[in-house]
């Protein structure tokens, strides 16, 4: 069974999720405290990775070894001096990707390909697809930086989008009716096709996108 992973990369807080195959539905992976948000802050003892998520955020105010907000800096040349080590917003974001998804490998099956909570090992390899979204103001220089840390991460994304986009996606998703959600899988089903065999399908696929143009769907009001 393939997954399909979602990162929201967040300022104070970040999730992981995942999209089964067998459902179709997105569901948020709790951490490895239980937890379905990750405080994104880093604890350093010398150059090492001492804690990321809550064990990090409680020893704020107890000592100076600690990164967080630094999404605020990503794309710039902003350097963080923490214990005496020299970091990057790319370097802690990367820190935190490793860490979410760390705890993704270990408590849902398929994940990786590795045995989940349950201990039933996944069918699948990596995920096929990773997403994360990033704020709609992103420059492109902070948009290249988030690649970059989860390539630092090990992580191949396929893909950025935008938060209000991601938001907005589900909602239309899940409160539309049927006919707008089987259009919504033929779109994609298209999209995914055209990009393998664009010369083929070119002709066809305009043929139903105007089909579903033209039908009379008013009350729709996404676009």
């Known amino acids: 069974m393939a997954y399909f992973i979602g990162i929201d990369l967040g300022t104070t807080y970040s999730v992981i999720s995942f999209l089964g195959e ?8 709790h951490n490895d405290v239980g937890d379905n948000t990750t ?3 880093i604890l350093f003892e010398g150059d090492s990775v001492l804690y990321v998520g809550k064990e990090a955020k409680i020893q704020i105010g107890i000592t100076d070894n600690i990164a967080a907000r630094f999404k605020r800096d ?6 963080y001096i923490i214990d005496g080590h020299t970091h990057t917003p790319t370097t802690l974001s990367s820190e935190i990707i490793k860490k979410i998804y760390k705890d993704a490998y270990s ?3 398929g994940v990786g390909g590795t045995a989940g909570k349950n201990g039933a090992a996944g069918e699948s390899g990596d995920p096929s697809e990773v997403v ?12 290249v930086a988030t690649k970059e840390a989860a390539k630092l991460a090990g992580i191949k994304v396929v893909k950025l989008i935008d938060e209000p986009t991601a938001a907005a996606l589900y909602y239309a998703f899940e409160n ?3 006919w707008f959600r089987l259009i919504w899988m033929v779109s994609d089903v298209l ?31 996404l676009f």
Do not use: W
Not at 22 to 28: A, C, F, S, W, Y
Not at 201 to 220: E, G, H, K, T, V
């Open 22 to 29: 067998t459902t179709g539905r997105p569901k948020i992976i």
């Open 39 to 41: 405080p994104s802050c």
């Open 74 to 79: 990503m794309g710039s040349s902003q350097k």
């Open 107 to 109: 408590m849902v099956d």
């Open 132 to 143: 994360i979204t990033v704020p709609a103001n992103f420059a492109h220089e902070a948009r």
């Open 176 to 178: 539309r009716p049927l």
């Open 191 to 221: 999209r995914r096709v055209i990009s393998r065999f664009p010369h083929v399908m070119r002709y066809y696929s305009c043929q139903i996108f105007a089909l579903i143009a033209y039908c009379p769907f008013q009350d729709c009001q």
